[in-house]
């Protein structure tokens, strides 16, 4: 009977176990039994694994899906050696022009390269371009001059172009100071003009041109042999490129009545011809003269 007694109470202990509310809800839970645990730290190892690669590769290289931003970078990092162009090696041109006797026997056999050639053939072409440059500026700069000339309202100056060279003028000087001798002498031996001869060079209006009296036969105002003159606005020196062949002209004939200048009468030696070889002797003899001893100020009385 007792051990009956004691079957039944263990019986209602076991049942009181299992049926209370604790009991159940560890079990349910998971709470503490070693298969719920072992369960609870696969799972959490699962997910924290998981999030912790998130991490480490938010859309990095390694990471097998496209994060923001790596489709731009791995776009780019595959253009970019399209965009510039294929350099050489660093020691490949030393290694060209250091190599042996026999590389370097063969790049002098190949000749020079295309830009040296091209140097070459185009260095010839300079000298020929310039000129033709400088002609063109001489061309425009006297056409100028026969146009304003032309304009005249006075007829100071009239021209005209010997065997049609545009570079080689016949300039008649029709006026001088009508108060000198040298107009006086005009009106006696019926001189309607002086005329002189101007020649331009290449570089005109860098350089001065050229200028000699061809008749009549002058004496003094600063007319030397063979019609040279003698007027530092002539030389290199005393030369401008904004002088104009009209102001050339009238400050030649200012200095011819400042000088004195007459018609020469003699017999014999009025009717000899200005000698132009004559002339640039002359011209050349006088402007050494001048750089040497420098050019003559007139006063300031004299204008």
């Known amino acids: ?31 503490g039994g070693p298969q719920s645990a072992s369960l609870r730290g696969k799972g959490g190892a699962k997910s924290g694994g998981h999030k912790q690669q ?15 931003g790596k489709g731009k970078g791995k776009r780019a990092a595959e253009l970019a050696p399209r965009d510039k162009p294929p350099q050489p090696a660093a020691g490949a041109a030393g290694a060209a ?25 185009g260095g010839s072409l300079v000298p020929a371009a310039r000129q033709q440059h400088c002609t063109q500026v001489r061309s425009r700069r006297l056409m100028k001059e026969l146009q304003d000339i032309a304009r005249l309202s006075d007829r100071f100056i009239s021209v005209e172009l010997v065997d049609e060279s545009l570079f080689d003028w016949n300039v008649k000087l029709h006026q001088v100071d009508k108060d000198s001798v040298l107009w006086q002498d005009m009106k006696e031996t019926n001189t ?90 002359t011209f050349k003899s006088l402007v050494k003269t001048h750089e040497k001893y420098g050019w003559v100020t007139p006063p300031v009385s004299d204008g």
């Open 192 to 281: 309607e003009f002086i005329l002189l001869n101007l020649t331009f060079p290449d570089n005109f209006p860098f350089s001065p041109p050229f200028m000699r009296v061809l008749s009549p036969r002058l004496e003094n105002g600063y007319v030397l042999d063979g019609g040279a003159i003698c007027m530092e606005l002539l030389t290199p020196r005393g030369w401008s490129s904004a002088y104009t062949v009209e102001a050339v002209m009238r400050q030649f004939a200012a200095s011819l009545v400042k000088g004195q200048g007459r018609i020469c009468r003699k017999a014999g030696k009025s009717k000899k011809s200005f000698s132009r070889k004559e002339a640039e002797a």
């Open 97 to 121: 022009s250091a190599g042996g006797p026999r590389e370097r026997a063969a790049g002098a056999r190949a000749g020079p390269g295309p830009a040296v050639a091209a140097a070459a053939a």
């Open 54 to 68: 998130q991490q480490q590769h938010p859309g990095g290289a390694g990471d097998s899906s496209p994060g923001p």
């Open 1 to 31: 009977m007792a051990t009956l007694l004691r079957k039944i109470g263990l019986i209602r202990l076991h049942n009181r176990d299992t049926e209370d509310p604790k009991h159940h809800h560890n079990h349910r839970g998971g709470g």
